[in-house]
């Protein structure tokens, strides 16, 4: 009888102990999605409606940016832009100094750092870089680039230049992506060799729905990239737009995109509005977080 009592203690106890509070932690998925976009048109290299529409349909929470010109690029402008392109509440950034075509980010998340890093074979932009708080307990690093057109060398200096900067100012263990407008002629030139020791660059790539990689205007050429370091990508996930579905990511292209009401605001033209030389590159990233919801029990 006693030892009958003493176990009906013990678990008493242990009720108690464990009933006060019982925490159980579920995964909170969170997708980010990054485009490449130089997407200027008009005879200003500039953002306009075109661009509009397709970032209002896409809906990236992070931009990778070139060209980022916008009207006279005062602040007021640039704020309006970014409100009416993706909504309240959205960040950016864009090299700072007079350059002709600065390189950007826009971002949902807050830019806890942000600046440029010289690009010494090109006078009118740099390389732009932004620290941003995505959810979670590690930074996301953002870089928008645009490497020259003139050769394949002048592109693989620029790229080796670029790889020294992020091993000296980026924490090895944070997500990092690269991305923008490469202007490579091929997916195997010695710029994305030398970029493949820290970002990954292997197949397989975005595509359009005819399964087409290139993102240049005639879509011959692969110019455009996001580029993840192995902590992304380990995270990458299939991007979904209305009921279509992109393994790998998406090269946006409004003149064979279909069906368009999935894309609304944009128009079949946009893709070829006047002096649109690239497409939109688009890939989606799942973050799991646990969140801990806490039941306590009396």
Not at 121 to 145: E, H, Q, T, Y
Request: charged fraction near 20%.
């Amino acid at each position: 009888m006693n030892r009958q009592r003493k176990h009906i203690a013990y678990f008493v106890f242990f009720i108690a102990i464990f009933s006060h509070a019982l925490t159980v932690f579920c995964a909170e998925n969170i997708r980010i999605r990054i485009m490449a976009a130089n997407l200027t048109t008009g005879n200003k290299q500039s953002y306009e409606d075109p661009a509009k529409r397709i970032f209002q349909a896409l809906k990236p929470d992070i931009v990778l940016i070139q060209e980022f010109n916008v009207g006279n690029n005062t602040t007021a402008e640039i704020d309006a832009y970014i409100q009416e392109s993706f909504g309240a509440g959205f960040n950016w950034m864009r090299e700072p100094g007079k350059e002709q075509i600065p390189n950007g980010i826009i971002s949902r998340w807050r830019i806890v750092a942000s600046g440029d890093w010289s690009d010494t074979a090109v006078a009118n932009r740099d390389f732009a870089w932004a620290r941003i708080d995505i959810p979670g307990d590690k930074d996301l690093w953002a870089v928008s680039i645009h490497l020259l057109t003139s050769n394949a060398t002048a592109r693989n200096t620029e790229a080796t230049a670029l790889k020294n900067y992020i091993s000296v100012n980026v924490p090895a263990k944070d997500y990092l992506v690269i991305g923008g407008d490469l202007n490579t002629g091929n997916r195997t030139e010695n710029a994305i060799k030398t970029l493949s020791a820290i970002v990954e660059t292997a197949s397989p790539y975005p595509a359009d729905q005819n399964g087409n990689t290139n993102t240049n205007a005639n879509r011959e050429k692969p110019y455009d990239w996001v580029l993840p370091n192995s902590y992304l990508h380990a995270l990458k996930t299939p991007l979904i737009i209305g009921k279509s579905i992109y393994p790998d990511g998406l090269v946006f292209d409004s003149r064979v995109y279909t069906p368009l009401s999935e894309v609304s605001p944009v128009k079949s033209t946009d893709s070829s509005a006047t002096n649109m030389q690239h497409m939109a590159v688009v890939r989606d990233f799942l973050l799991e977080l646990p969140s801990p919801d806490i039941w306590y029990l009396y």
